[in-house]
């Protein structure tokens, strides 16, 4: 299929990146049996994976400003676009050797998510969608699953770690009511590959609250040309910003935000 010249550049970079990360995940297995653990070596892979990124797009886009989960804000001369970047998403499932992990870049314009990649090396699975032009697995043209109660739903959600002990009554009691109506819940541990499943129909609906503008950039422009509705996880219009995301087809984005309302 032809991709566009944008598509062509953020998936090349998400691919050089994906080498060096491939590469140090078949090293993290050895390392689990050290005292000290691989935490030293899975962040000096999340630093290179992001220098990686970084180069490749300010080589392509070089006005472009970056938001970056290790190295922050750079501005550029372009102040209409900015690239925001995960160079590792799952990093915890990455440390104990769990292949769902991603590299997920968003291309912001004027506020707006327009282009958005999620690549994970270990399954070699490329996700990209660009704004108008549909969203895709590989050549795969994907949509949101098209259930519509959630009763019948699988629902992911983010389980906030111990360092964030802060949401946690927050979190126990918005999971023991979706757990009293949805099918069934999950849990991956890589908001990013929440979001590219949810616009692939593998799962039916997403909520986390405590996320990145890095960890959803990307996912949301691909639930969006999947088919799907993506909020703050108030229902809002702060989905980029807000620190919390939902994301499912009408029905069930409508049906989530509710019981989560209800929760609160
Ligand atoms: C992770 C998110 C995940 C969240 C984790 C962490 P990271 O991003 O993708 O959904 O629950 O706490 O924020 O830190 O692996 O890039």
């Not at 912001?108 to 958005?116: C, F, H, K």
């Not at 099918?183 to 692939?200: P, S």
């Not at 799962?203 to 949301?220: H, L, M, P, Q, T």
């Not at 910003?241 to 609160?264: K, P, Q, W, Y």
Request: aromatic letters at 8%.
């Amino acid at each position: 299929m032809i991709r566009s010249a944008l598509m062509n550049v953020m998936t090349a970079a998400a691919i050089k990146a994906g080498r060096g990360l491939k590469r140090d995940f078949g090293e993290v297995e050895n390392l689990q049996v050290s005292v000290k653990g691989p935490g030293d070596f899975v962040s000096a892979a999340d630093k290179k994976s992001e220098q990686t990124l970084f180069e490749e797009l300010l080589k392509a886009r070089p006005g472009y400003g970056f938001v970056m989960e290790e190295g922050g804000t750079v501005e550029g001369a372009d102040k209409s676009h900015t690239w925001h970047i995960d160079p590792l998403d799952g990093t915890t499932n990455f440390l104990h050797g769990l292949p769902l992990f991603a590299i997920s870049i968003g291309l912001e314009r004027e506020g707006v998510i327009v282009a958005g990649v999620i690549y994970n090396p270990a399954t070699d699975d490329m996700f990209f969608a660009e704004r108008g032009q549909g969203a895709y697995l590989n050549n795969h043209r994907l949509r949101v699953a098209a259930r519509r109660d959630l009763g019948d739903a699988l629902v992911s959600c983010g389980i906030p770690p111990l360092g964030s002990a802060a949401i946690h009554p927050r979190f126990k009691t918005e999971f023991a009511a979706t757990l009293a109506r949805a099918g069934n819940l999950r849990r991956l541990g890589a908001a990013a590959l929440d979001l590219a499943y949810v616009a692939a129909g593998r799962f039916d609906a997403y909520w986390e609250r405590g996320v990145k503008s890095w960890d959803v950039a990307a996912g949301i422009v691909l639930v969006r040309e999947a088919g799907g509705f993506v909020s703050d996880a108030d229902g809002g219009d702060k989905a980029l910003t807000g620190r919390s995301i939902c994301a499912g087809n009408e029905h069930m984005h409508r049906h989530l935000l509710a019981v989560l309302r209800d929760a609160g």
